[in-house]
């Protein structure tokens, strides 16, 4: 079954701080794995994507790794920000004739000051 | 800018009233989709398109319809609507290929409440 399992579920840090959210998928055919950042009652933004050959891309202090062998990812935040408080969403792309998007459940981000 | 545009950003209505929510988009992007999205939940597909003429019901089953009569334009109807309705609708676009940077785009939704 194309499943895609983030964790935590939901993280509270402190302004300032770094962290580290996780996304594990059994998705097959691979294409290519997002990070999209979501704020409330918005739309998501994509983050970062990666094909099967990248295992790291950065857009600011957002960092996402892959490692297709494991079929992992990770994002870290670097020196978090109010306005890092968000759902941040995993995405697969099946490659097939769909290219199909399976998403993650989110981990939901709250930084404090 | 190319982007991606959903009207209205709030809506509420009462129980029995017919609904359409728009969307349109400047990218030129064959594939349009309609995603669900209670709060605090993750997003469901309800309706997508590959092009004009081309309409596909989702993973998640809804009461509600599309029409693809342009390639820009992929609104969202609701014959009656009913409390149950209640909840965030997401339009999205993608290029043929959407492995391309940025080649799949959300729009910023519709927060819809039927009372």
């Known amino acids: 079954k194309n499943q895609v399992e983030q964790s935590p579920q939901s993280l509270i840090i402190l302004e300032g701080k770094n962290c580290t959210l996780q996304c594990n998928y059994t998705v097959s055919p691979f294409s290519n794995l997002r990070w999209y950042k979501q704020d409330t009652g918005r739309g998501p933004v994509s983050l970062t994507i990666m094909t099967f050959s990248e295992n790291t891309k950065s857009n600011g202090r957002y960092t996402a790794t892959l490692d297709a062998d494991t079929k992992q990812s990770s994002l870290h935040i670097t020196a978090s920000q109010l306005s890092d408080s968000a759902s941040y969403i995993c995405v697969v792309t099946r490659m097939d004739s769909s290219y199909k998007l399976i998403f993650g459940s989110g981990t939901r981000l709250l930084v404090r000051p | 800018e190319a982007d991606i545009y959903q009207t209205p950003r709030y809506l509420v209505i009462g129980t029995g009233k017919k609904i359409t929510l728009e969307c349109s988009q400047t990218?030129?992007?064959?594939?349009m989709y309609w995603y669900q999205q209670d709060p605090g939940m993750e997003l469901h597909l309800i309706h997508y398109s590959y092009g004009v003429n081309s309409t596909e019901k989702g993973d998640l089953s809804s009461e509600s319809t599309v029409s693809r009569i342009r390639t820009e334009h992929f609104p969202l109807t609701l014959e009656s609507a009913r409390p149950s309705h209640t909840s965030q609708y997401l339009c999205?676009?993608?290029?043929?290929?959407?492995?391309?940077?940025?080649?799949?785009?959300f729009g910023s939704g519709t927060r819809l409440t039927v009372v």
């Open positions: 990218m030129g992007h064959d594939k």
């Open positions: 999205a676009s993608s290029a043929r290929f959407p492995g391309q940077e940025n080649g799949y785009t």
